[in-house]
C-alpha cells in the first residue's frame, strides 16, 4: 500500500514539475515578445514611422505565399497569332504564372508557354507560326468550296498538318513534363461534357482540344472521342477560379463582347448562334467572379482575319498582340522587370487588312470607330459562382 502510493506521487510530482517548466517557458516567452514588441513601438515613436510598418510582414508574406496567379488562353483559330505576341511580351518582362489553362488554339499556344516560358521558348513558337501556310493545315485538292462540307466523313481536312504543328510547339512527350503545370480543354462528344486533360500524351490531348468540328476529325483518347474545347469552354477562367486562382491573367483573340454580323444566308445565321453560344459562357463566368478574384483582359481587335484557314495576317496579328499586352504590362505592372518604355500605339485594324481596304466584318462607316481594345480588366461582380458539372482525369495510377 505504502509502495503503491510513493510510486502514483511520483508519478504526480513529475506531472507537476513538468507542466511547471512548461508554464514558465511559455510566459518568458511571452514577456520577451512583449519586451520586443514594446521596443519597436518605442523605436517606431522615435523615429516617426508607423509602429506596425514591421509588425504585418510576416502577415504579408503569408499573404503573398496565397496568391496564385493562372494564364488563360483563349480559342479563336488563326487569329491565334494574336496571342504569340503577347506572350512575347510577357516572357520580355518576365512574367511565368503559377498555371495555365488553354482552350482549341490557345492550348496549342499555352501548351507551347508551359513548355519553355521564357523569351527563347516564345521565340520558337513565333517562327512556328510565321512559318505556317494554309497548305500545312488545310490542303486544297481537286475539290473546292461547299461541296467540301457534302462529302461522305466525318471532317473536310485530315488533322496531320495540324498534329505536325502541335509537335513543333510542344517538344515534350507528356503535359506533366511541361515546366508550368498545363491544362486543356476538350468537349466529349459521348455526353457533351468539357474534359480537362492535367497529363499524359501532350499532343493528343492539344490535337483534340483544337478538333473544330467539321473542319477536323474527332480525336480518340482511350476510346472516347474529343473535339473543340472551345464548344463547351472557350475561355476558361471558371477553371483557374476552382484551382484557387486569384489572378487571372486572360489572352484573348477578339474583342470580350461578341456582336454578331447581321445574317445574309442561313449558314451565317447557324455560324452566328454557335459563337453567341461560345461567349455565352464566358459572359457568365464573368458576371459571377467571386470576391478577390482579378481578372486582367488582353484582347484582341475586330475583323484582323477574313477567313478561318488565312495566315496571310499572322505577322500583323503578333505586331497588334505586342501592342496590347505592352499596354496591360505598363498599366498592372505584370512580370519581374519593368516596363521600359512608353508603349507603341496599338496599330489600327486597317492596317491589318492583306489588301489594304477595310478589314473583313466592318463596313467602311465602321472605320472611324475604336482601333482596338486597351485591354483594361473587366470589372469584377462580386457573387457565388455555379459551374457546370466537369470530367477531369483522375490522378495517375487511380
Known sequence: MTLAASTTFAVVFTVFVVAAVALVVITLRFLVRQASTSRARWAAARDGSSPDDGAGDEDDEDDEDLQMTALVLAGGGTRGAIQIGMLQVLAEHGFVPDRIYGSSVGAINGAGFAAAPTREGVERLTEMWLSIRREDIYPQGRLHGPWLYFQQRDAVYANSGLRAVIEKGFPRERLEDAVIPVEVVATSLTDGGERWFTYGPAVDAVLASAAMPA????????????????????????????????????????????EPPASKRPVEGMVNALFIAIHARFVRDMAHLPEGVEVILCTGPEGATRDFDDFSTTEQLIALGRAEASEVVRRYGLGTIEYPVPPAPVPTIGAVAADGGQPAGRSPEDADGADGAEGAPVP???GSTSAAATVTQPDPGT
Open 215 to 258: 473542319i477536323f476529325p474527332p480525336v480518340d483518347i482511350d476510346g472516347e472521342r474529343y473535339i473543340d474545347g472551345g464548344v463547351v469552354d472557350n475561355v476558361p477562367i471558371q477553371r483557374a477560379i476552382d484551382a484557387g486562382a486569384t489572378r487571372i491573367v486572360v489572352l484573348l483573340c477578339s474583342p470580350p463582347v461578341f
Open 380 to 382: 469584377l461582380a462580386p
